[in-house]
T-cell receptor
């Protein structure tokens, strides 16, 4: 089976940096994705890592270590609008994404 | 390009009834997946359709079913509704090339 673990809640200050970790156990693995979901909204794609290392997209970066079955999402220069839920998801291969339960990020002034 | 659309956006039903939800994927996308989202449980995969065929199925009872039409639009049906079926039902389409899924706004189902 597949399972993903990520913190349920994280609080950070506006302008700071926050890291959201994700560990996974899957029978197959093609890559790790991150999605953002604001309250009342739909999940939106942030990033995808198929290979080890860091992928940077503006203020957001995502990291993957396949040997450690671990990844993280790094948000820099936090803004109030970054308050949302963040989901990691794995691609086991021949099945659609398996999502973690999400991390609720609260950005405070 | 228009995004994924879902209808209806909100629905209230009573126990024992059935419901049909609709999803129109992004033009050109042939894969449509359905997820159930409840507080604290994240997104749980229901099923995936590709070219009118169910390609994958999650661990949900047989009361949950779906289908896909030749224009890639998809419907999911829940029969004999239970209180625990109250959730946000999300549909996502994918072009299949880069694992990115595009989600619709969801249908919020309340079962009374």
């Amino acid at each position: 089976g597949q399972s993903l673990e990520q913190p349920s809640e994280v609080t950070a200050v506006e302008g700071a940096i926050v890291q959201i970790n994700c560990t996974y156990q899957t029978s197959g693995f093609y890559g790790l994705s991150w999605y953002q979901q604001h309250d009342g909204g739909a999940p939106t794609f942030l990033s995808y890592n198929a290979l080890d290392g860091l992928e940077e997209t503006g203020r957001f970066s995502s990291f993957l270590s396949r040997s450690d079955s671990y990844g993280y999402l790094l948000l820099q220069e936090l803004q109030m609008k970054d308050s949302a839920s963040y989901f990691c998801a794995v691609s086991p291969g021949n099945t659609p994404l398996v999502f973690g339960k999400g991390t609720r990020l609260s950005v405070i002034a | 390009k228009a995004g994924v659309t879902q209808t209806p956006r909100y629905l209230i039903k009573t126990r024992g009834q059935q419901v049909t939800l609709s999803c129109s994927p992004i033009s050109g996308h042939r894969s449509v997946s359905w997820y159930q989202q409840t507080p604290g449980q994240g997104l749980q995969f229901l099923f995936e359709y590709f070219s009118e065929t169910q390609r994958n199925k999650g661990n949900f009872p047989g009361r949950f079913s779906g289908r896909q039409f030749s224009n890639s639009r998809s419907e999911m049906n829940v029969s004999t509704l239970e209180l625990g079926d109250s959730a946000l039902y999300l549909c996502a389409s994918s072009g299949g090339l880069d694992n990115e899924q595009f989600f619709g706004p969801g249908t919020r189902l309340t079962v009374l």
